[in-house]
């Protein structure tokens, strides 16, 4: 087992990317699977092989935006490709900071957005279908590795998922960590509503003795060769024995040392999922917390989540600086992955 601290050092490093030239490109597509009853909208991002016009991605009344060249060409050669989940209630746009950064230093980078649990369309039941969200990755990766004009540029002996928070949860599953549901319903008796996760399938009326079966399935998919994991979700509901037989490399990056949230530690004091797992990167962000793998936020959008009684997502301890947060994660995720 190997514990990687992160460090600020490359603080000037996505600082502030929604003032940055654009670096890399972007293209939209929607993609079919079969257990959604309709497309599911996809993104990816890529280093430009030649420019075309920048345009903004992901930019909101609560939300600084990421420019790219938009449909820009494809790069030579062979690329690293990386698909990932975001987290509840996010979207392609609330991952494009991530994926732009990872883009930059030579990755492929696929998006998408998991109905049921996306921005708009985020539903406390649906939340519990995690099969449902694995099984989106794995389409996605099929539509890609289809597409003649992008499967050229692909390495396939580098494939990763990537996942945060509730994606964090995906991920794993895509390397075959199975949940217990007895072992959630546990946990959540155990923590009730001071669980953010728990709290949040409360409201929706889950009934923790009935998890759906999606929640426990085997979601393990072999073609993802290594696995990026933040601040996963539902690790106190992990088996032992599934995550002992996990044979792919897995980074577990926490936001943060002083895990204030229960749902995210997976020290020893709360799942223990870094022990249970044979081939694990620890890597801890210092100055950070969950909130802090969102998108920068624009000046006024703290006071206007406060008007409209939403969640403190852009209120970051005074000192605290995201842009340097982001910058720490991509440079944790990017060594990792040797990009």
Known sequence: MKYLLSTTTLAVLLANPALADPTVGFDRFDFRADHR????????????????????????LIFEPVEAYVGAAFPEGELPLIVVSHGSGSSIDGTAWLAAGLAERGAFVVVMNHPGTTTGDSSPRRTARLAERAADLGAALDHVLSDPEIAQHVDPARITALGFSLGGSTVMGLAGLRLDSDAYRDYCDRFGEAAQDCLFLMRGGVDFNNLPPEFSADMSDPRFSSIVAVDPGYTYAATPYSAAAIGVPVQVVSLGDAFPWFATDVRAEGSGLIDMLPNVEHSVIPNARHYSFLP??????????????????CDDPEGWDRGMAHAASIEAIAQFLNL
């Open 37 to 60: 009853s309709g497309p599911i909208a996809g993104g990816i991002w890529y280093p430009v092989g030649r420019a075309t016009y920048a345009a903004a991605v992901g930019e909101s």
């Open 296 to 313: 920068i936020c624009k000046e006024n959008a703290a006071h206007l989540l406060i008007e409209e009684g939403e969640d403190p997502i």
